[in-house]
């Protein structure tokens, strides 16, 4: 080969790798055309799990509005109602009785708190940059890379063009923004901050540093003035000069600027806040500070990458589609097309969950970290009766194990604070928490009593412990959060009471959150509904399950299955629909948005269409009748519920409903130009809850088996792969394609070692295994399903039976560490 043609094909290989390059890097990016405005659901999200910023990408009067995961009205306190314990016969012999709103009513005197209804998650305030004369401008773009963790705005103003790139370090825990200009003495701007914060100062320092500190303020009764945060700016410039006065730095003729922001509270738990907010402040500055912009940037990147690039995803492409601004795309996504679109949106879902969830932070809470407002939509708190939990259901199965540690430790504090509530307000041992949750870790009612009375959040919360162990079949953990465990279901032991009409155990006074039956007279109340007895179930189980596994408390079990055959079963209605209350009272036109007694369906394994064929077929006429259209982060949920009914193409509709402008869908949520998703107002259970959906879609392993493709829309069946998910048992899918619906090769690893059940829709053939046809039970205890009992179905009804896709099952043993490589017959 002569030395020319040896460079042609060399360059020819270089600019097809970075060809290949800039449209993956395309696929993972959110970008725009035009500014933010004022608009905050236009700004863009950029975080580290302690920090969060919304970056609105104005050209002469850019905006950085901050949180910080610890600003919180309020300090220690607790909300429980100690008159609740005498009133607890009386209101359960009402709810027996069939007066559910006499109940009601009387539980608002005794049950219901009387004091705060949980604490508002608070901004920090926003740093303002002015540049002058910057009003008309050109070439302008702003973006968002997720692939990175970086914002960039870029614009030309008179010839110069200037680009702003801002992060959020993890390693350092600090905002960084760099400011450029491709002429020398180009850049000047003022910087200040304002903040809606009242108990505040604003000041600068020698060193032409901004300072914001303050204070929150008290809510409800409950003291203020106690958690203390501390905004710090610091301004390092490349030529020009920078001066200050009283609240504002201004910096004149520079090349160049870097900005760096660190933002700190005196929070250190629940019931501590001795933490000195300056220091910490001062001493992240310097972890920063010190170091090379390329150094920081370089880190940064490292240290996110290091979780995102865990899962890659391919659903195929649509190049006309993917060359359009995010909002035209979103505006186009329900009549067209594109299947980046859908798998950016997956992506999206991991990156809110890396920048808003970190070890040594808060959970993500009900806007993940971010907020500008002073009375947020429910407080911004922790609604635990579906939102929370759903923020976390990606957490395992994409790869992102470390982000859901804030949660696990919020249910073991939980469990601390939730022991009291039992005593009080229950007479039980054990711990309890209700629909709602703070900073503070406040398990008594909060609201109305209508939604308040609900007491599943602890034990719902408690199946993600269980599942982190489910993935990881770690002992040590295991024994860890065994007490946790033990006390949700000791509480059980001590509060549920036989229903004399029939004999079983039930939950009393309970409801199916947050609706109610029309035949209640408006009353949520009711005994033994079924999302009650599916959590009462799940949790009983999976204490039995930890118990037997550690050799612990063999009383303790046998009466814990004692009880748990004693709860009622699920029921078919007359409308051949799971029913949501003991009695059939559905309504087939009820289209309220929680569809809670699915929560067997999905996030639990109680209804599979292998094992309980007419609860399977049940469920599917439940979602008919609520319907698909929804709030945006119920259409979240039922892109799971669709991916468990193996119904790829419904769920494929969902995820189209969701990601549609709010407004599109009538009296429904959708998503914001910036994909926030919209309740409406914003709420970022329903971007986690998609991005679990499509997860669900590909791989399952909730139903004794990795269960592959199992609902593949026709829209993505052409061609596509996935790498990087976790499954039960410790498993890791390293790559697998599909090709016209179909895998045509896998990949799997195994961490942990045991036996590996495939679920498949084409035979398969192992090139370094010996496969089994599955017989019987799965033999890894990480996969064992609890037996649902057969539904008591009503004699109007009618059910017929579903036809399910045939599959193939395989089972093979594997060893730690090692990957399995299949071909698809």
């Known amino acids: 080969m002569t030395n020319n043609l040896f460079k042609k094909k060399v360059l020819f290989i270089l600019l097809f790798a970075i060809s290949n390059f800039v449209q993956a890097q395309k696929s993972l990016v959110l970008w725009y055309d035009k500014p933010s405005g004022n608009v905050w659901e236009r700004a863009l999200p ?10 609105y990408g104005n050209v002469s009067q850019e905006i950085l509005q ?22 607890l016969p009386a209101v359960r012999k009402l709810v027996f009785d069939g007066k559910q709103k006499e109940a009601e009513i009387l539980s608002e005197k005794t049950i219901q708190s009387k004091k705060s209804n949980g604490q508002i998650f608070q901004p920090v305030g926003s740093l303002n940059l002015r540049f002058a004369n910057h009003e008309n401008y050109t070439n302008y773009r702003r973006e968002l890379n997720i692939e990175r963790a970086i914002s960039t705005t870029t614009y030309s103003v008179d010839g110069v063009q200037y680009t702003r790139t801002s992060f959020v370090s993890s390693p350092t825990n600090t905002l960084v923004m760099r400011i450029t200009a491709n002429k020398a003495n180009s850049i000047s701007l003022d910087a200040f901050f304002t903040t809606p914060q009242k108990n505040v100062k604003l000041s600068t320092n020698s060193k032409k540093q901004l300072i914001l500190h303050g204070a929150t303020a008290g809510h409800e009764g409950v003291e203020g003035n ?5 905004a710090l700016t610091t301004f390092k410039q490349q030529g020009g000069s920078i001066t200050s006065n009283d609240t504002l730095t201004k910096i004149t003729g520079a090349n160049e600027v870097i900005i760096y922001v660190n933002i700190a509270t005196n929070f250190n738990s629940y019931k501590d806040l001795s933490g000195n907010e300056i220091a910490r402040t001062e001493a992240d500055l310097q972890k920063a500070l010190p170091k090379p912009y390329a150094t920081l940037l370089n880190e940064h990147v490292a240290n996110f990458q290091s979780f995102f690039n865990r899962v890659k995803l391919d659903l195929g492409s649509n190049p006309a589609a993917e060359q359009k601004p995010t909002d035209v795309r979103l505006d186009e996504f329900r009549t067209n097309n594109d299947p980046t679109f859908a798998s950016l949106y997956f992506q999206y879902g991991r990156y809110l969950l890396i920048s808003s969830s970190k070890i040594g932070g808060q959970p993500a809470n009900l806007q993940g970290i971010w907020n500008n407002k002073m009375f947020p939509s429910w407080d911004s708190k922790y609604t ?14 994409t790869n992102l194990s470390e982000m859901h540690e804030p949660l696990l430790k919020m249910v073991k504090e939980l469990s601390e604070t939730g022991q009291e509530t039992a005593r009080i307000m229950y007479g039980s041992r054990g711990w309890v928490a209700h629909h709602n949750t703070d900073l503070w870790r406040i398990t008594g009612p909060v609201d109305r009593i209508f939604w308040g009375v609900w007491s599943m959040g602890g034990a719902w919360l408690c199946q993600h412990l269980w599942e982190r162990y489910l993935y990881t079949g770690n002992k040590a953990y295991l024994a860890e959060i065994y007490p946790i465990l033990k006390g949700a279901s000791l509480f059980f032991v001590d509060d549920l009471v036989e229903d004399p009409r029939n004999k079983y155990l039930v939950i009393n006074p309970g409801t199916s959150p947050e609706n109610a039956p029309a035949a209640h007279q408006g009353s949520s109340f009711d005994a033994g509904v079924t999302m009650d007895n599916q959590i009462v179930f799940d949790m009983l189980s ?13 009383q303790l079990v046998d009466t814990l299955k004692t009880i748990r055959q004693r709860l009622s079963p699920m029921r078919i209605g007359q409308y051949n629909q799971v029913q949501e209350w003991m009695e059939d009272i559905d309504s087939p036109n009820d289209k309220h948005r929680h569809i809670s007694h699915l929560y067997g369906l999905f996030p639990s394994n109680q209804i599979s269409p292998y094992r309980t064929p007419e609860l399977f077929v049940g469920a599917n006429n439940t979602l008919i009748q609520r319907g698909d259209v929804s709030t945006g982060w119920s259409m979240g949920w039922k892109v799971n519920w669709w991916a468990r009914m193996l119904d790829g193409n419904h769920a494929h509709l969902l995820i189209q409903n969701q990601l549609s402008p709010l407004g599109v869908n009538a009296a429904g949520g959708g998503t914001y130009p910036n994909l926030f998703d919209a309740h409406a107002p914003f709420q970022i259970d329903g971007n986690f809850g998609c991005t679990s959906g499509i997860a669900e879609m590909l791989v399952q392993s909730h139903d004794g088996a990795i269960h592959l493709l199992p609902a593949l829309p026709d829209f993505w069946k052409e061609k596509g792969s996935i790498s990087g998910l976790k499954t039960r048992g410790g498993f890791e899918i390293v790559k697998m394609t599909w090709a016209n619906g179909k895998v045509t090769s896998l990949q799997i ?6 036996n590996c059940r495939l679920r498949i829709g084409a035979a398969l053939k192992g090139k370094n295994v010996n496969l089994q046809t599955a017989k019987g039970e799965n033999s890894n205890p990480l996969f064992v399903t609890e037996e649902t ?20 099952l395989y089972d093979f043993t594997t060893e730690k560490g090692k990957v399995y490589t299949f071909d698809v017959q």
Do not use: C, H
């Open 749 to 754: 690893k195994s961490t942990i070692g045991g």
């Open 789 to 808: 009992a057969k539904p008591i179905i009503s004699p109007k009804a009618s059910i017929i039976l579903a036809s399910i896709p045939p599959t193939f």
């Open 542 to 554: 999976v204490t039995i399950r930890a118990a037997e596994l550690l050799k612990k408390d063999q």
């Open 66 to 87: 901050l949180n910080e995961t610890s600003v919180w009205t309020g300090s220690p306190n607790r909300n429980d109602n100690p008159d609740a314990l005498a009133s």
């Open 46 to 55: 950029i975080g580290n799990g302690k920090i969060g910023a919304m970056v």
């Open 384 to 397: 635990i009766n579906i939102n929370t939990q759903m923020n976390y259901w990606p957490a395992e199965k």
């Open 226 to 230: 106690q958690l203390k945060f501390n």
